[in-house]
């Protein structure tokens, strides 16, 4: 059922549809319990908030928590993303009201950073094109002596892998890159890199070196549009880009006409500047572009950390301790 129509009466509310465990369910329901609002956006959040004085926590992993949807909270004491990125929650706003924000950070690193490399497995060995072509009996059509020429891929071994954030994810995607056998470069200019074989590099050197770009980063006013035409310009033709940070890092009209005319090799993303994508987009009419419906952190596994770190962390806000992955703005 869509919505709860009726003014909340419990102190935590998941904003939008994502996976709880029976057991942080059971654990959230011994501290006054919860409701899902299930809403479209905010605006229908706020609405269904309606000024309600039980609600102080909101758990929300796309709806935006804005000023609106605060002001509808009057009780509000903290604001919990579901997940790694927070660029839905307005963290200033937050803070001038005294509401606490804090994340699931790291919770869901290990999904995504396997995703990054069954996207980039997927765009080197075209395997999403070989199963269409087994599948649409293309195989046998062609008497496996003469497969089409795209089915002849490339090795990660030996290739530079340029990672752009060397956080949660970054730091396993370069873990998982030593077992190929990659040499890997990483920029960041917020962490120490103490990571073997992982070599600290500009960005500029990243993008002109790296066979393979992949964005960690958040998505804030310093890394918006950061794949731009001046950094894409920098890439080599052959380089392959992906992208399972947030889709508003790359500007996508530009990197649509860099891989229409092959100013470099292909793509895999999982995230778009505005989400859902139809099946008409025009990234969707390139055969050098993997695509993946922002699944990055679904897992069974990442589902299990990230309610659990949920729960923890609603336990800790409303007994008034400090929630173990606060951010300040
Ligand atoms: P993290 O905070 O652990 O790591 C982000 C890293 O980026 C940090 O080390 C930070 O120093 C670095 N950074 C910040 N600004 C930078 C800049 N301008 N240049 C280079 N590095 C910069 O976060 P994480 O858990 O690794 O997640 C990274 C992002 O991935 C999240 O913010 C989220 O947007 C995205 N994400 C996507 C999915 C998905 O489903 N596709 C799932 C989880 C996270």
């Known amino acids: 059922m869509r919505g709860n129509k009726e003014v909340f009466s419990v102190p935590v509310v998941f904003a939008d549809r994502f996976f709880m465990s029976e057991k942080s369910l059971a654990e959230i329901s011994l501290l006054g319990g919860c409701a899902w609002a299930d809403a479209r956006d905010h605006l229908e959040l706020a609405k269904q908030l309606g000024g309600s004085s039980s609600v102080r926590i909101l758990v929300s992993e796309y709806i935006a928590i804005n000023a609106l949807v605060m002001e509808r909270a009057p009780s509000l004491k903290g604001i919990i993303a579901y ?46 094109l070989s199963d269409r072509l087994v599948r649409e009996d293309g195989w046998k059509k062609a008497e496996s002596a003469n497969l089409p020429a795209w089915v002849m891929g490339e090795e990660l071994q030996g290739k530079t892998l340029g990672i752009i954030g060397l956080g949660q994810i970054g730091s396993r995607v370069a873990r998982i890159a030593r077992g190929f056998d990659m ?147």
């Open 83 to 128: 997940g790694a990125g927070y660029d839905h929650i307005d963290v200033k706003q937050a803070a001038q009201r005294g509401v606490l924000v804090c994340n699931c950070q790291g919770a869901n690193a290990q999904a995504v950073a396997e995703l990054t490399f069954g996207l980039l497995l997927c765009l080197m060995r075209k395997i999403h």
């Open 183 to 329: 040499k890997i470069l990483a920029y960041d200019p917020f962490v120490q890199l103490s990571l073997s074989e992982v070599e600290s590099s500009s960005l500029e050197d990243i993008l002109s070196q790296a066979d393979i770009v992949t964005l960690h980063v958040p998505l804030a006013p310093t890394t918006e549009k950061m794949i731009n035409a001046q950094t894409v310009a920098m890439m080599k033709p052959k380089a392959l880009l992906v992208n399972t940070s947030r889709g508003k890092v790359i500007d996508e009209p530009v990197l649509l006409e860099a891989l229409k005319e092959k100013r470099i090799a292909g793509a895999a993303l999982d995230v778009f500047g505005v989400e859902p994508i139809s099946g008409d987009h025009p990234l969707a009419k390139l055969h050098n572009v993997v695509l993946s419906p922002h699944i990055g952190a679904l897992s069974q596994e990442a589902g299990e950390r990230l309610s659990d770190a949920v729960a923890r962390q609603i336990r800790d806000i409303l007994e008034g301790r400090k929630p173990e992955c606060l951010i300040s703005s």
